[in-house]
């Protein structure tokens, strides 16, 4: 499997964003996804994940009522929709995977399949 993200950019504060990531697998249907989000000198940080079907979503409180992660089974996308965006955002957001489907708030180490990462900045 492999995940490829993209949709970031420079932004200003209070703009919204959409990230993708798109999976090379035809099991997408049957993989849970998440986002993780690494600021310069900080460790990467969990921020949302959703489930096989994409009924059951969790996110971090840092993020809760801003951002809304989706997913496309047909496209075999899934989507980080993110509103109200504060400088405390900027980071290389990046897309991970995992066969497990998710039932509880998620760990990082939970998460084997990566993508490469999408810069997202925003300035005040």
């Known amino acids: 499997v492999q995940l490829q993200a993209s949709g970031g950019g420079l932004v200003q504060a209070g703009d919204s964003l959409r990230l993708s990531c798109a999976a090379s697998t035809p099991f997408f249907s049957s993989h849970s996804f998440a986002w993780f989000r690494q600021a310069p000198g900080k460790e990467r940080e969990f921020v949302a994940a959703i489930s096989w079907s994409g009924w059951r979503t969790f996110y971090a409180d840092s993020v809760k009522d801003r951002f809304t992660n989706s997913r496309d089974n047909a496209e075999k996308t899934v989507y980080l929709q993110m509103n109200t965006l504060k400088p405390e955002d900027t980071a290389v957001y990046y897309c991970?995977?995992?066969?497990?489907?998710?039932?509880?708030?998620?760990?990082?180490?939970?998460?084997?399949?990566w993508g490469q990462g999408t810069q997202v900045t925003v300035s005040s």
């Open positions: 991970a995977a995992r066969t497990k489907d998710l039932i509880r708030f998620p760990t990082i180490e939970e998460y084997n399949i």
